[in-house]
């Protein structure tokens, strides 16, 4: 059964930092990507990483703030967020596909997580 499970979140202040955790279980994937969703809002791209890692992508507003790895030997992928502010505040998902097309797109990835919440207080 493959499976994505993100942990992670919490309740942080402004200029905190935190680190999520996608596991996947089930098979290796490719391109792994984090999206965010808050209240009334739709699913955005923050940041995708290859299969080896060679490359990632980040949306402008978290660069230089947070940083996507991953450890294949774990099949886990992190996001470690720093200096975060109150607009980060989402629920955020892991996302994997089979292979490795980087991409933007929610509809460009085969697996989601259930998401974990992180809220931010000014």
């Known amino acids: 059964q493959v499976q994505l499970v993100e942990s992670g979140g919490g309740l942080v202040q402004a200029g905190d930092s935190l680190r999520l955790s996608c596991a996947a279980s089930?098979?290796?994937?490719?391109?792994v990507g984090w999206f965010r969703q808050a209240p009334g809002k739709e699913r955005e791209f923050v940041a995708a990483?290859?299969?080896?890692?060679?490359?990632?992508d980040y949306i402008d507003s978290v660069k230089g703030r947070f940083t996507i790895s991953r450890d294949n030997a774990k099949n886990t992928v992190y996001l470690q967020m720093n200096s975060l502010k109150p607009e980060d505040a989402a629920v955020y998902y892991c996302?994997?596909?089979?292979?490795?097309?980087?991409?933007?797109?929610?509809?460009?990835?085969?697996?989601w997580g259930q998401g974990t919440q992180v809220t931010v207080s000014s």
């Open positions: 996302a994997a596909q089979l292979i490795g097309l980087m991409g933007r797109r929610p509809n460009g990835y085969d697996y």
């Open positions: 089930g098979r290796s994937f490719g391109t």
């Open positions: 990483i290859s299969r080896y890692g060679g490359s990632t």
